[in-house]
């Protein structure tokens, strides 16, 4: 029996090569498009999951509430893990995590290497988390000082193979290393990713200081929890003995918080110095999940469409088949096995759709899924649950529509026509619904992206090229090396800073303290510092609002800052020039005097406001410097050559790091940008399946009504009314599909730009301009359909009668 259904699909679908292609090229895109966004979805919603101990392993948050509003940070006092796994029976194993000054930089038979992928940390690492071992005993492999575990891609790097256990690399400021453990590539959903891993050198009095203090708060821990231990519990006890150890008034400013090493991935928004590189956001993974149903549901619509209206030509073959003794069950099974039958074809066209999709989906997301032949099996159940659940939507209601027809009517020729509101016509536009609704979002997202790149931060991130200093002689002879990079060609200036706008590490905090108008009392405010030189003003084109810039006079110089209006409003200073404050950085403090007022600049995301800022002069105590800035014009590529020249002329030690600003800046929108590609080509491919269906259905419309189109032909009628004729009633579905979809569209694009404080206002336009696109892409797809109609001869039409 289930040999005749398929044998009977065949032969239909072999009939109906127009009806079969549609069908199989929409479903074939539906399960290509949902594929690809639920393995992203699988793969985030799969970040750190890989360990053996995922469920108990939490990271310890430090909470300052000192600020208006308390602060997370990813950092704790080293002594706090290790003390926590001697007093509290919960906690069985700890291990942290140290970044030594941000960087390391070995060298290798003369050949220097720039290390910024790096962690120093202790044995029990690896008894924590289960990153695998190529080389070397992971249980022993951190055991001695000065012992060090790289990646698989580093020991290629570094001596062309990961056969290196027992070879040595050398740092110029912490000695010689041992190779003693090769590990696999760190995978793409970890938070914590390595290239290098150094252990814990406990004969340095530094590190015995750093490992006992619990004063010094700079690494990351992780402890390990008994089964079923209650996180709330054992952060109520850990922040018990954190407060007595640390005593007041440390105590009374930090607070702990435990977090699941789950919650990471998707949880660490608000949390400050993370050791990811990378972190999730749920709106997205909502998001994408979203596309994927709109492109699922509407290639079944798209089925369920067709379906229903070919119904008219298969009813005397379902009225024959009841009279010949054919029962419900029987007809269902046979719609069922047709639905099926084109699911199966569609997947089959979909496995090569997704193989062809997927370099292009890996530069857009920036993973690298692998989709082959080698791992179709691990696609398979997502496949096969694609299809299964595509095949039921798109052939249920089908197969019970038109096993309800009656015999004697069918045979007799007569069948009642659906109503105005028939579920058909309800699928039509709860599919263009979908459409409208990516099409307003892509146009929404891409204003508002076109406005990130427009938008005016403040200062020129044009041309600028970011050069780290990562040397202590370089430092203290930075003078010399600015002179030289100066003169190099296409160099238009140079400025020296402590941190740059769009820093990707830590911008630096000060404590600052000012009068009030009484001169009574004084006001602590935290606040944002940075350190240039006297070429600031001329390299990141700030805008100086009122006084004077720095003159290059260092002893002079070291005392005088600027404040950006926010810090200006946040103080509460009506003339600020030539007032005093006084500023507290580690524990140090220096009164400076406020020489000039900079326009707001945004030195982070467009996500954050502007926050109140002051810039110091470089020698000023509060900070280091760590970069120059290269304003640059001309042949990049023969700059950066001169630029590294200068380079290692004055360091010997370090390969030179650099950068362009405007890229680090793009970074901070790589999240949006992404979404923008995919909202794009998911209102592409949806819009396409949903004119597919439109086309098959404006075909199936014309073919039922072609004598009547005939007669009326006959009668006088014009093509262009003919057209209307045939056209107005998609038309109206359209309009009315627009009118559904626009409130939820705003609502949706209304959620999404509130994760930007700067940001677009939703315009009329972009409704407008999804309405005309969705209306003329839908009459352009039955107007092909139509436009043959009301050109054919009517007597070929009626040549029967």
Known sequence: MLRNYFKIAFRTLARSKGYAFINILGLAIGITGATLLLTYVKDETS?????????????????????????????????????????????TK?????????????????????????????????????????????????????????????????????????RTITSPFAGEFKVTGISKNTPANSHIKFDVLISQNYSEPQWQQMLTSWEQIGPSSYLVLTKGADIADVQKKAEAIANERMGAPFADMVDFELQSLSDIH???????????????????????????????????????????????????????????????????????????????????????????????????????????????????????????????????????????????????????????FALRKILVIAQFSLSIIMIISTIVVTQQMNYINDKNLGFDDSNLVVIDINNANVRKNFKAMRTELAKVTGVESVSVSTRVPGEWKNIDEVTAVTNNVNQQTRDSVDVFYMGFDENLIETFSFKLKDGVSF???????????????????????????????????????????????????????????????????????????????????????????????????????????????????????????????????????????ACLGLFGLASFTVEKRIKELGIRKVLGASQL????????????????????????????????????????????????????????IALLTVSYRSVLATRSNPVDALRSE
Do not use: C
Request: proline share 3%; hydrophobic share 50%; net charge negative.
């Open 47 to 91: 970040f750190d999951q890989f360990h053996s101990k995922a469920d108990d392993i939490v990271r310890i948050i430090a909470v300052d509430k000192t600020g208006e509003a308390p602060r997370k940070f990813a950092v704790n006092a080293a002594v706090f893990a290790s003390t926590l796994v001697e007093e509290l029976p919960e906690v």
């Open 94 to 166: 700890a291990t942290t995590l140290f970044m030594r000054g941000g960087h390391m930089n070995f060298t290798i038979d003369g050949v220097r290497f720039a290390q910024r992928n790096y962690f120093i940390t202790n044995p029990s690492f690896f008894e924590v988390f289960d990153f695998e071992f190529l080389e070397g005993d992971r249980a022993t492999a951190l055991a001695e000082p000065n012992s060090v575990v790289l990646s698989e891609n580093e020991a290629i790097r570094y001596f062309g193979t990961t056969d290196a256990l027992g």
């Open 266 to 420: 998707f949880g660490s928004a608000d949390i400050e110095r993370s050791i990811a590189q990378t972190s999730g956001d749920k709106s997205y993974i909502l998001i994408f999940i979203s596309i994927a149903i709109f492109l699922v549901v509407i290639a079944s619509v798209n089925y369920m469409n067709l379906a229903t209206s070919r119904a008219v030509f298969r009813a005397k073959e379902i009225g024959i088949r009841k009279v010949v003794g054919a029962v419900k069950k029987q007809l269902v099974t046979q719609f069922l096995m047709e639905s099926l039958l084109i699911t199966l074809i569609s997947l089959i066209v979909s496995i090569g759709l997704t193989d062809l999709s997927m370099p292009f989906f890996n530069d857009l997301t920036q993973k690298n899924f692998d989709f082959s032949w080698a791992t179709l099996g691990e696609y398979l159940p997502m496949l096969l649950g694609l299809s299964a659940v595509i095949a039921l939507l798109s052939g249920i209601y089908p197969s019970f529509f038109m096993t309800r027809f009656k015999t004697v009517d069918v045979l007799k020729g007569e069948r009642k026509t659906s109503s105005p």
């Open 551 to 689: 003159t290059g006079i260092d002893a002079t110089d070291s005392t005088k800052i600027l404040l950006n209006e926010t810090a200006v409003a946040t103080f509460g200073l009506e003339n600020p020039i030539g007032e005093t404050i006084e500023l507290t950085s580690q524990g140090r403090s220096i009164r400076v005097q406020i020489i000039g007022v900079v326009e707001d600049f945004n030195f982070q995301s467009l996500h954050n406001k502007v926050a109140p800022m002051i810039l110091g002069y470089w020698n000023n105590p509060a900070g280091t410097i760590d970069y120059f800035t290269v304003k640059a014009s001309g042949n990049m590529a023969n700059m950066v050559t001169g630029l590294t020249e200068v380079h290692n002329k004055f360091d010997q030690a370090t390969a030179m790091e650099s950068h362009f600003l405007d890229s680090q800046l793009a970074n901070f929108y790589q999240a949006e940008q992404q979404a923008s590609v995919i909202y794009k080509v998911g209102a592409g491919l949806s819009i396409f399946v």
């Open 721 to 776: 009314s003919l057209f209307y004729l045939l056209s107005s009633t998609f038309a109206k579905q359209v309009f009315l599909a627009f009118i559904i979809a626009s409130p939820f569209a705003f609502w949706i694009m209304k959620n999404w730009l509130n994760g930007f404080v700067y940001h677009v206002n939703i315009s009329p336009i972009a409704f407008i301009v999804a309405g005309l696109m969705t209306m003329a």
